[in-house]
């Protein structure tokens, strides 16, 4: 079966909290593969993990469950000896979509509270789950969303790249419809723009412009942390010329 055109539009701000930016975007339309990583934290082992991270899972990755679990598993290895001299957090979040050759077809690879999104058909559906507490906490009803302990277990992640006990990533198969738009984000954009908000601008005919609405719109609602995103947009015919 042919594979689906894509376009993808992508872009990364540093926001008001940190000095730098610890988010990692990589973007291959070729193959097609867009990885999305965040720090956790604003030290050198946050800059390390996503930069390790994305370059290795990069490397490795290729469209099959197995090779992306074993990809993830090797990024695991990587980011964990890269902090052992560190002497301190050295960790991030990887979140990515890998097209299939020739394929109309998609796998999303989450680890961490990095999100992916699908809109179609004007519905947009958050296709991931958050390895945090908070999610846990939402999901069995520990305490209200707004409470000051929903807060702080925003930040107690489950499962994220340079955990001591390697967890395995989360992977779906996705099946690409034409029309479809994905979006990859850190939490800096997430938390920050409202569902009715990315709906609205994920309508957008072009990615590049949609990518540069969300952004901004990350750094109108006070830039609180660095804030990433991906849009990619499903159209028709092969995925690679």
Do not use: K
Not at 82 to 93: P, S, V
Not at 150 to 179: C, F, N, Q
Not at 199 to 204: K, N, P, T
């Amino acid at each position: 079966m042919a594979g689906r055109a894509l376009t993808v539009g992508a872009g990364s701000v540093i926001g008001n909290r940190y000095p730098a930016n610890f988010d990692v975007l990589h973007v291959d339309p070729s193959r097609p593969l867009v990885v999305v990583a965040d720090g956790m934290g604003g030290g050198r082992g946050s800059a390390v993990a996503g930069r390790t991270a994305v370059d290795v899972f990069v490397a490795r990755a290729a469209p099959s469950p197995q090779a992306l679990r074993a990809a993830v598993a090797e990024v695991q290895t990587r980011v964990r000896a890269a902090g052992a001299g560190l002497g301190e957090l050295t960790g991030c979040t990887l979140t990515a979509f890998v097209g299939a050759e020739d394929e109309p077809a998609a796998w999303i690879v989450q680890l961490g509270d990095s999100r992916a999104y699908r809109l179609r058909g004007g519905l947009l559906e958050l296709l991931t789950t958050d390895h945090t507490i908070a999610w846990l906490g939402a999901v069995y009803g520990w305490w209200p969303a707004d409470s000051s302990q929903a807060h702080a277990a925003r930040y107690r992640l489950t499962r994220y790249a340079g955990h001591p006990d390697a967890p395995e990533p989360d992977v779906l198969s996705v099946t690409l419809h034409p029309g479809d738009v994905y979006l990859l984000c850190t939490d800096g954009l997430a938390e920050q723009v409202g569902y009715d908000r990315l709906a609205e601008v994920l309508a957008s005919p072009d990615p590049d412009r949609a990518a540069e609405t969300l952004l901004g719109d990350s750094l109108r609602a006070g830039g609180d942390d660095n804030a990433t995103a991906a849009v990619i947009r499903v159209g028709t015919g092969a995925t690679h010329g």
